[in-house]
């Protein structure tokens, strides 16, 4: 049987102060993005930053038609830019990364390949060598245990955000601290398919995480605790 091919697909990427990340970032993006042989649309969501990503997005607009900025007046976090930017997205796939240029757009075609197959709804990478602090990847550990044991998504890297899944995800998603790192979780509790493949992960080169180390612990099980409230409401 024969898959339909989708006439759009979407790029939704938050940014919040990654000034000098931006354009070298999409651009391997629109490279990749063009390989795929399919029309594309890049949407862009400025979190209210601070520094001069405003302007690098304009640059990136004016470069490439494809883009569409979209913008928050004041910082309204991670979660909230991304889920605003997959409500914008007109694709029937979307892409997902993050902003600072640690993902790698060349990872996107070992992700979308199973989507396009029909094999999953969602795939997700998983950063095997993961270039952050050693304190950075312990507490990741303990946290994608205790949310895989918690909420059973069975994933080894809920945070990784480069991602490919299929539109409809996008309506069984909630407003919730962290929501990008439970999307998989909510997901595969909604009753889609969910894959993990290895993907490259880089150093950061120009500026600095958003998340301080005294904030990864208490803000991911507050969140948590939420997210399964939802998720036990929905199947009653």
């Not at 997902?96 to 997700?124: E, K, R, S, V, Y």
């Not at 909510?186 to 969910?194: C, E, K, M, N, W």
């Not at 490259?200 to 939420?226: C, D, E, M, N």
């Amino acid at each position: 049987m024969s898959i339909a091919r989708p006439q759009l697909h979407s790029l939704v990427v938050p940014f919040y102060n990654e000034a000098g990340n931006i354009l070298p970032l999409l651009e391997r993006a629109v490279e990749v993005l063009t390989s795929l042989n399919v029309p594309f649309e890049m949407i862009l969501v400025d979190d209210g930053s601070t520094d001069a990503t405003p302007t690098e997005l304009v640059t990136a607009a004016a470069r490439w038609p494809e883009a569409r900025v979209l913008t928050h007046a004041r910082n309204l976090g991670q979660a909230a830019a991304l889920l605003d930017g997959l409500h914008a997205a007109r694709g029937e796939f979307i892409f997902t990364m993050d902003g600072d240029g640690q993902n790698d757009p060349h990872d996107f075609p070992l992700l979308h390949a199973p989507i396009a197959a029909g094999q999953l709804d969602l795939a997700c990478g998983w950063r095997v060598d993961r270039h952050d602090s050693a304190a950075r990847r312990i507490l990741s550990r303990v946290g994608n245990a205790i949310r895989g044991r918690v909420l059973g998504d069975r994933l080894h890297d809920g945070g990784c955000q480069l991602r490919v899944m299929q539109r409809e995800i996008v309506g069984v998603l909630f407003p919730v601290d962290l929501m990008q790192s439970f999307l998989p979780a909510i997901a595969a509790a909604s009753g889609f398919r969910v894959g993990e493949f290895p993907v490259s992960h880089h150093p950061r080169i120009r500026g600095r995480a958003k998340f301080g180390l005294r904030q990864l612990w208490w803000r991911p099980f507050v969140a948590l605790l939420r997210v399964r409230r939802e998720l036990r409401s929905r199947r009653r």
